[in-house]
């Protein structure tokens, strides 16, 4: 017996299937209404799709960890998916060299170049040990030092947090007493509140004599 709801559904069926590869396809509904129905894209490529509609999405391949991003007609532009992001940039470095004097800050030897993760939205590496800040908020701010060859005897350092030049914070302060010439290290946290554009960077101070050997060092900022 012939029914007509269940033929209108079945051309419903057949243009979906036939159109699937369009991103906008009209259907014939129940009703004998002409709908227009998105068929919305999946990306994954390091250069984005060209012309996409509302709610198509693109798994950016350029960045380290990808990022997923939606399509927005509002704005006219590929947005981060909300809650696919980190919110934690680290930098991380095996090795290098520690210039000191006494009682001078140095940057520590991080760049760009050792970026280990980064949310493009909240960071950005400016420059040696440099990390400017997109978007106001808390931020818990860590950094981490450590040498080869700390000199024996009592050897003053400082780890601390400058922000826009001026220091806010110690990581970490205090001297090391070693005994003979070895391995030595630093870590602490700082939270701090910041706003955009502020320019965070970590310093030392060493009181060791001669250039060290640096065994690791690290920066790691997350937006609580």
């Known amino acids: 017996m012939f029914n007509k709801t269940n033929y209108i559904i079945l051309i419903l069926t057949l243009a979906v299937f036939y159109t699937a590869n369009a991103q906008e396809i009209r259907v014939i509904d129940n009703k ?33 960890p990808i990022i997923v991003k939606i399509w927005v007609e509002s704005s006219s532009d590929w947005e981060p ?30 760049t760009a170049a050792n970026l280990v993760t980064n949310n493009p939205g909240l960071y950005s590496v400016t420059g040696t040990s440099e990390i400017t ?11 981490e030092l450590s040498a080869t060859n700390m000199p024996a005897g009592d050897t003053k350092y400082i780890l601390g947090v400058f922000v826009n030049g001026i220091r806010v914070g110690y990581l970490s302060r205090g001297f090391a007493s ?15 509140q910041l706003n955009a554009n502020d320019i965070v960077k970590i310093r030392y101070v060493l009181n060791a004599g001669s250039t060290l ?12």
């Open 133 to 143: 800040i997109i978007e106001t908020g808390n931020y818990l701010i860590s950094g």
């Open 81 to 110: 998916i909300p809650g696919n992001l980190s919110k934690t940039i680290i930098l991380n470095r095996n090795g290098g060299s520690l210039p000191n004097a006494t009682n001078t800050f140095f940057d520590l030897p991080l």
């Open 178 to 192: 070693l005994p003979a010439r070895d391995y030595w290290g630093t870590t602490g946290t700082l939270m701090y």
């Open 32 to 64: 004998g209404t002409i709908q227009t129905i998105r068929n919305n894209q999946v990306t994954v490529d390091a250069t984005a799709p060209t012309n996409p509609i509302e709610g198509d999405v693109w798994y950016d391949t350029n960045t380290t």
């Open 213 to 224: 050997n640096s065994n690791f060092s690290n920066i790691g900022i997350t937006k609580i």
